[in-house]
């Protein structure tokens, strides 16, 4: 764990006169100095534009970009290097899936199905597509612990259904959805799978064709890479069947006065010079996570998770949302403290040093699920311990004795 905290500059730093516990990790993750690294080099020997040139510096900056590609394609499973299309991240993967395959396949009538506890970025795209279609936009209703059950899954699935789009992990309860069986279902009905891996990706190992999604998007910035990466994974016959959104200099193979044709894939997706250092930071960042192993940093959060859990239990006024069971929740809490706004809630525990998130966590609709407007969490990675835990178990003692005494 020493070895691992090391690689991590950031988190070497005090914070209002204390140790910093970062614990927003589900927002964007630290940055090992592998991936500073990566970046700079690049920028320092390599820097040039890719798939110009015959240049010597271009050729490198081209072998390390597609380089990146390989590792992602590795890292996930895919078939091939033409099913990885890199974007600004998940927001950026969905909204060119919901525009390019859903502009196409859905019309009046169709339905697109969702769930409750999803972020905007997995929302939105899909209400937007719904009212420019007509089609119907439903959701699978939660159980009360957060879950999504299979049965919902097979209710509320129809032979109208052409598209279900769901998160392999909620940035709010923490619940891990059944991947795979959900796709099955999806596609005994004839519907496409879009898999928001946001939470996942950087957690949990993920195997797209073990889970035969026909989607699946997730950000770099939150699994140890460069802001402003994200990867759109999609099955090779569906992305040749789409068409391009944004169009330009790259992504075009001819272009006439009046009329243009593509590239092939992924680069018809990939309009413009694309982000070339953040490609080469998150290929440095995946070589990180590999090389700990994803099964480990899964393990090293559930035992957090459940530490956490036990120790905050025993606050009182705590109320936790999401899954009780470790097994069924990947490594973030989100939770109240009876009195205290989660805004001062966060404000004071940034005072003791620690970093945690406090709002709508871009679920708005979750949020009135969960009946309140507003929730604080604290979300893990590898770098934390079981001390940052009890450092924040000490932070909410800390807090509620301040409210409590002042109010
Ligand atoms: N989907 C999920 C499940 C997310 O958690 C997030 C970001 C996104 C999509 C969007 O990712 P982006 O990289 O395109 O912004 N979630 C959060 C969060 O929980 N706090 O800050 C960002």
Not at 134 to 152: M, P, R, S
Not at 262 to 291: H, Q
Request: proline share 4%; aromatic share 8%.
């Amino acid at each position: 764990m020493n070895e691992i905290r090391k690689q991590f500059p950031v988190l070497n730093q005090e914070v209002n006169g204390h140790p910093l516990v970062y614990l927003d990790s589900a927002a964007t993750s630290q940055k090992p100095v592998q991936v500073l690294e990566a970046v700079r080099n690049y920028y320092e020997l390599d820097n040039s534009n890719v798939h110009r040139g015959v240049h010597t510096l271009g050729n490198r900056a081209t072998d390390s970009y597609e380089g990146a590609r390989e590792k992602i394609r590795k890292f996930i499973n895919a078939k091939s290097t033409k099913e990885i299309i890199y974007t600004r991240g998940t927001t950026t993967s969905i909204n060119t899936v919901a525009g390019a395959y859903g502009r196409m396949n859905v019309n009046e009538g169709d339905e697109i199905v969702i769930s409750h506890m999803e972020h905007h970025s997995n929302l939105i795209p899909w209400q937007q597509l719904a009212k420019e279609k007509g089609a119907v936009l439903k959701y699978f209703e939660l159980e009360q612990d957060g879950t999504i059950t299979l049965e919902t899954v097979r209710n509320t699935i129809t032979d109208k259904t052409k598209i279900v789009a769901i998160t392999m992990a909620s940035n709010v309860l923490g619940t891990i959805n059944p991947i795979k069986e959900i796709t099955k279902i999806a596609h005994e009905a004839g519907a496409v799978i879009v898999v928001d891996a946001a939470q996942a990706a950087p957690h949990m190992p993920i195997d797209v064709q073990d889970l035969d999604c026909d989607f699946l998007a997730f950000s770099g910035h939150k699994m140890c890479g460069p802001t402003g990466t994200g990867v759109l994974y999609g099955k090779q016959a569906h992305l040749e069947s789409m068409e391009p959104i944004e169009f330009g200099g790259e992504m075009i193979d001819f272009v006439d006065l009046h009329d243009s044709t593509w590239k092939e894939l992924p680069w018809k997706f990939e309009g413009g010079t694309p982000n070339i250092a953040g490609a080469i930071g998150l290929g440095a960042a995946i070589d990180f996570l590999t090389e700990i192993g994803l099964e480990k940093i899964a393990e090293h959060e559930h035992n957090l998770v459940e530490y956490a859990l036990n120790e905050m239990d025993k606050i009182e006024g705590v109320s936790i949302y999401g899954p009780r069971d470790p097994q069924k929740r990947c490594g973030l809490i989100t939770f109240n403290i009876d009195g205290v706004h989660p805004h001062d809630l966060a404000t004071v525990l940034d005072m003791n040093g620690i970093a945690v998130r406090a709002g709508h966590h871009c679920a708005q609709p979750l949020m009135k699920w969960l009946q309140c407007t507003a929730t604080a969490r604290a979300s893990f990675y590898i770098y934390n311990t079981k001390e940052d835990v009890d450092r924040l178990v000490e932070g909410l003692r800390i807090a509620k004795e301040y409210f409590n005494d002042v109010f």
